[in-house]
């Protein structure tokens, strides 16, 4: 049972322009999200979060969007550049704190 | 100021054999989280532990495998008579959770191989 669906598998976007990473959830009790950054041969390193009281959090060149009603986030990383291409993991706590991760979105930033 | 470690860094174990991960928390958490990456998903909570105690392993299948974080020494997660499904990246994060919602610090991972 999927609770984080990120549907996007992989996503190409020139250096310099927007990426936008989609997250959809099913269970309404989460309030609280996380995006987490991965290359390969490491492990996760946390980037963003987004409390559900808030619809926008931003930092530096990263924003998350929180749309509560349609149960959908995005990351939004302007401008891109070419360190930014890694899997990008949207994650929310359930219980004790352990987090449910969606399956992860491939962004890779063409030069 | 050493983050999450993991060893080994790559395992390989023969169908049979015990596969035994070692994670140390960041000084200072004493909440460490056991995840598995299978190819192509993402990542899965295992097993939630405190020193000694372990809090929640609602993630661990009912058989082979088992986790322990003791007073002194590293969190273990043991794998006993691996099997080629048990391949797979295994990541440990610690938090000291203080806080609520604080982030989760992750190792980089041992990658099993069952041959």
């Known amino acids: 049972d999927q609770q984080v669906k990120q549907n996007s598998p992989s996503l190409s976007v020139q250096e310099g322009r927007i990426s936008i990473l989609n997250c959809d959830y099913t269970n309404s009790m989460f309030d609280y999200f996380l995006w987490y950054k991965k290359y390969p041969a490491e492990g996760p390193t946390f980037l963003i979060s987004i409390s559900s009281i808030k619809d926008k959090n931003e930092d530096g060149r990263f924003t998350v969007f929180l749309n509560k009603s349609a149960k959908h986030l995005s990351l939004h990383i302007v401008p891109s550049q070419p360190g930014d291409s890694a899997v990008y993991f949207c994650?929310?706590?359930?219980?004790?704190?352990?987090?449910?991760f969606g399956t992860g979105t491939r962004l890779t930033i063409i030069p | 100021n050493a983050g999450v470690m993991q060893n080994p860094r790559h395992l390989v174990r023969r169908r049979g054999q015990e596969a035994r991960l070692r994670c140390s928390p960041m000084k200072g958490h004493s909440h460490v989280y056991w995840y598995r990456q299978l190819p192509e998903e993402g990542l899965k909570f295992m097993v939630y532990?405190?020193?000694?105690?372990?809090?929640?392993e609602s993630g661990m299948p009912k058989e082979r495998f088992s986790a322990e974080f003791p007073k002194e020494g590293p969190s273990i997660l043991r794998i006993q008579q691996v099997v080629r499904g048990d391949s797979a990246a295994y990541f440990c994060a610690s938090s000291p959770l203080t806080v609520d919602h604080s982030p989760l610090h992750f190792g980089n991972g041992t990658r099993l191989t069952v041959t």
């Open positions: 532990l405190q020193k000694e105690n372990i809090i929640d």
């Open positions: 994650a929310a706590p359930f219980g004790n704190e352990k987090l449910t």
